[in-house]
């Protein structure tokens, strides 16, 4: 019989592809957590904007306390978030919803802005909404409807 003489190249090359493979998956599975962050940021800006655009009867002080308020119910469903700041400015005719969550890595050296190597990802929303007070619409319509006739 021969001796078949097996190469122990399959190992070696394991030994360097798998550690590859395994931390690219990690990276992809937490570039699918950011892009989730970033939707439900995004989401729950446009939820708190409408809330406090048709809301009716408050001043600018109670229509912002209102939005923060409402915030605090929603902003609960984030995945490797540190901390999420909440910053609303109420006009006569705007509102600005801004949100900024920080997430949190295990590869710092991936930090594509400023703070390299800070193991933190941000995330920021600014969102501005017309005020629409739809009772005060519907009343100047039809003042213009009688001014009209």
Do not use: H
Not at 19 to 27: F, G, K, S, W
């Amino acid at each position: 019989m021969k001796k078949r003489k097996i190469g122990g190249y399959f190992t070696v090359e394991a030994a360097f592809v798998m550690p590859v493979v395994i931390c690219v998956l990690a990276l992809l599975c937490y570039l699918g957590f950011f892009m989730y962050n970033r939707c439900t940021l995004l989401q729950n800006a446009y939820v708190l904007g409408l809330r406090g655009s048709v809301s009716e009867g408050f001043g600018n002080e109670e229509t912002a306390a209102y939005i923060l308020s409402q915030g605090e119910e929603i902003l609960s469903r984030f995945y490797a978030v540190s901390k999420i700041d909440k910053d609303v400015t109420v006009g006569m005719r705007e509102i600005s919803v801004n949100l900024q969550c920080e997430m949190n890595v295990p590869f710092a050296f991936l930090s594509w802005e400023e703070e390299k190597m800070s193991g933190t990802w941000k995330i920021q929303v600014e969102k501005k909404f017309d005020r629409t007070k739809p009772v005060d619409f519907i009343r100047a319509c039809r003042k213009v409807e009688k001014a009209v006739e």
